[in-house]
């Protein structure tokens, strides 16, 4: 009987961030959060990853000192104007991805790879448990020369290093556009805390990290 309940509560979870997320946010309570406008974001610079699931890479990103906000939305694609039901079954190339305003002055980009790196398995094809297909496959998106030179000397480095006993799947690609997700995605994890998905892996994805990199956590966190 616990190994029934067990597979049935694995594929609840796998469908929790792949199914009718708006659903779920009827029934919480949502937590308000100060956001910055716009014109305060053109202020700082912005990088952008995939690693999974976007509730969960935002929440990483969002507890770093430095990050002023991140952004849950969809990249790497060949369409135009995706959206979450149209990148599901993985025919459009998007990937779920994080634009990340961060204060260059806090934070660099080679301790935003410390984070990104640090957050998820690397080494997955086209996934992070429990979520797969290449809509949730690892990425770095860089937009100049100076960016694509850091991640690749980055990710040649781990893979030098033997952390990691399988190669490293992470793409390294150009960013061609960034599309903002629907407006319920942003800040999932936050507005949701109780929902099933974040209770049983987007959570315990954060305190990992948190506990991997506390010297790198805004104070509360």
């Keep these: 009987m616990k ?4 597979f049935f509560l694995s594929l609840f979870l796998l469908n929790a961030c792949i199914g009718n997320s708006q659903n779920s946010i009827s029934g919480e309570k949502e937590q308000l959060v100060s956001k910055l406008s716009p014109e305060e974001l053109e202020n700082y610079s912005t ?5 999974g699931c976007f509730w969960c890479v935002e929440a990483v990103f969002e507890s770093v000192k430095g990050v002023k906000e991140a952004v ?3 990249a790497g694609g060949h369409t135009d104007n995706p959206t979450y039901r149209s ?5 459009t190339g998007h990937a779920e991805s994080i634009e990340v305003y961060y204060d ?3 934070i660099d980009y080679i301790t935003l790879l410390r984070v990104y790196y640090g957050s998820h398995n690397p080494t997955t094809v086209n996934g992070q448990a429990p979520d797969f297909g290449t809509q949730y496959r690892s990425i770095i998106f860089y937009q100049n020369e100076e960016e694509k030179k850091l991640a690749e000397q980055f990710k040649e480095d781990l893979e030098d290093s033997g952390e990691y006993d399988e190669p490293i799947a992470t793409e390294i690609v150009p960013l061609t556009n960034f599309y903002k997700a629907e407006e319920y995605h942003q800040d999932y994890e936050r507005r949701n805390p109780t929902q099933p998905y974040v209770v049983g892996v987007s959570i315990p994805r ?4 948190k506990k991997k990199f506390p010297e790198l956590l805004k104070e509360g966190h």
């Design 206 to 209: 954060l305190n990992r990290f």
């Design 87 to 91: 990148i599901g079954g993985g025919t």
């Design 47 to 51: 990088a952008y990853f995939a690693s």
């Design 3 to 6: 190994n029934i309940l067990a």
């Design 72 to 74: 849950s939305g969809y």
């Design 104 to 106: 260059a002055e806090v």
